[in-house]
């Protein structure tokens, strides 16, 4: 996996993010609308992002005038992508290669399947970008 490439705007919001939550962050990404910011956070990191009742994520929401959404990063492909997709429940991950493409085949409950790909699919375009930048997965497909 290459470095990640941020630019000055996600590396002021991560200084931002971890100034005031304590929490190592791995990455950042400015949602296409810029209404929302996701920051990955290293494991283990995940209860001091929130902090306690979310106050960390409340406040750092405030601050930046935008939603914000924390996700728990993993080596672990497979954890990774049920950390992506919470608060969905994850029953399985398998991860393939074929045609020299990674491919994650996600089962989901059927009744989460729409909350999983969201409105238009814009909730699966953010998990596709999300794990393409972390482990190299470039195709979901959510059963």
Same mark, same amino acid.
């Given at each position: 996996m290459e470095a990640l490439?941020?630019?000055?705007? =996600?590396i002021n919001y991560i200084?931002?993010? =971890?100034?005031?939550? !304590?929490a190592v962050t791995k990455d950042?990404?400015? #949602? =296409?609308?810029g209404k929302k910011i996701i920051f990955v956070v290293k /494991? !283990? #990191?995940? !209860?001091?992002?929130?902090g306690r009742k979310g106050v960390?994520?409340?406040r750092v929401s405030r601050?930046? !005038?935008k939603r914000i959404e924390i996700i728990e990063y993993s080596d672990d492909p497979e954890e990774f992508v049920a950390n992506v997709l919470h608060p969905v429940k994850v029953k399985n991950v398998e991860i393939e290669v074929k #045609?020299? /493409?990674k491919i994650a085949r996600v089962k989901v409950d059927p009744?989460?399947?729409?909350?999983?790909i969201g409105r238009r699919g814009k909730n699966l375009a953010r998990i596709k970008n999300i794990l393409k930048r972390h482990h190299g997965i470039d195709e979901v497909i959510i059963i």
């Amino acid at each position: 996996m290459e470095a990640l490439k941020l630019s000055a705007r =996600e590396i002021n919001y991560i200084a931002l993010f =971890e100034s005031m939550t !304590g929490a190592v962050t791995k990455d950042c990404i400015i #949602d =296409e609308d810029g209404k929302k910011i996701i920051f990955v956070v290293k /494991k !283990g #990191d995940i !209860g001091i992002a929130i902090g306690r009742k979310g106050v960390n994520a409340q406040r750092v929401s405030r601050a930046l !005038g935008k939603r914000i959404e924390i996700i728990e990063y993993s080596d672990d492909p497979e954890e990774f992508v049920a950390n992506v997709l919470h608060p969905v429940k994850v029953k399985n991950v398998e991860i393939e290669v074929k #045609d020299s /493409k990674k491919i994650a085949r996600v089962k989901v409950d059927p009744q989460q399947k729409p909350q999983a790909i969201g409105r238009r699919g814009k909730n699966l375009a953010r998990i596709k970008n999300i794990l393409k930048r972390h482990h190299g997965i470039d195709e979901v497909i959510i059963i």
